[in-house]
């Protein structure tokens, strides 16, 4: 796919409307309107600062601080707020909320969102939750960019008995964008998500945590000596506090289960170093170098150098 991407020759939505203008909303609204996903975009915020930063960069036609009349007359919401603010979201802008619309989130926990959501919704309204696997660690409306999401995941994951072509209908809509779309349940993605991105943040977090707390090692020499691996930990460790901390509490089973099985790993790991088993740790590196050359190969990053990705580059 080029670098631009090709705008459609007929919007997705007539009107649409993105809650959250932070870097993932923000991107959304860049993308549409880049590729004419949506004919009318419409952005809604409880922040005054960020309304009034979202008309000065002109990313929607329509911005407003009431969620109710935000959604009102739209064909798709999209919910790009932490995912513990969901259910109160969803509360609020019910009223406002036509028969027919299609309603979906951002959120990187889809169990949660959904047993927080749908008992909101009112009858013939059409709830079909996604994720997209795609972000920086950067936030706020001024961090987003249109290709944000181009080459990456976007998965959903439609509700019981939900309508397949609403489900088809917001597909299109993320594959504008060059997303590549996958469908799985709920259940599943919580799964997935928990060992490939869930308990990755945790373990960043943690261990800049550790070297920031290490009374030998003074905070400047941290900073000052960071290799390629620790500073890469830092990057991930800079993601949204609130969203995080959301995201853990949101999917606490599937986390606490992955995070069991880390720790047998590491201790497994710890032996190997104590008892000079070289083999063993040879066999780990292969294997997790090959996983590497998987991720390259699929697309998903590049072997360049700092991950390959330049958010700079990419807004270009």
């Not at 419409?42 to 911005?63: M, N």
Request: glycine fraction near 8%.
């Amino acid at each position: 796919m080029p670098d631009q991407l090709r705008a459609l020759d007929v919007p997705v939505f007539e009107r649409l409307t993105i809650i959250g203008l932070g870097l993932i909303g923000s991107s959304i609204a860049r993308a549409a309107r880049r590729a004419n996903a949506a004919k009318i975009i419409v952005a809604a915020d409880i922040s005054p600062d960020v309304c009034a930063r979202v008309r000065e960069l002109g990313l929607a036609d329509e911005v407003s601080d009431d969620l109710a009349a935000a959604v009102s007359h739209s064909d798709c919401v999209i919910l790009c707020v932490p995912v513990g603010a969901c259910g109160a979201v969803a509360a609020a802008m019910a009223p406002g909320l036509k028969p027919g619309a299609i309603v979906s989130d951002v959120g990187s926990v889809k169990g949660a969102v959904v047993a927080a959501v749908q008992p909101h919704l009112p009858a013939g309204v059409h709830f079909i939750p996604a994720h997209p696997i795609a972000g920086t660690e950067h936030s706020g409306p001024d961090a987003g960019f249109a290709t944000l999401f181009k080459n990456r995941w976007l998965i959903l994951t439609p509700v019981e008995n939900g309508d397949s072509a609403a489900t088809e209908k917001l597909a299109a809509f993320w594959k504008a964008f060059g997303s590549n779309v996958e469908v799985m349940d709920a259940a599943h993605h919580d799964l997935v998500l928990a060992v490939t991105s869930h308990l990755p943040h945790l373990i960043a977090y943690n261990i800049v945590g550790t070297a920031a707390d290490l009374e030998e090692v003074t905070q400047s020499e941290v900073i000052k000596f960071s290799a390629s691996g620790f500073r890469d930990f830092t990057r991930i460790a800079a993601s949204d506090p609130t969203m995080w901390r959301d995201v853990f509490l949101n999917n606490r089973d599937a986390v606490l289960e992955m995070l069991g099985r880390f720790n047998e790993d590491l201790s497994a790991l710890q032996r190997a170093i104590r008892w000079g088993d070289g083999d063993a740790l040879f066999n780990l590196f292969s294997r997790t170098r090959a996983i590497r050359r998987s991720i390259i190969e699929q697309g998903q990053d590049t072997a360049a150098p700092d991950f390959g990705r330049h958010a700079a580059d990419e807004k270009k």
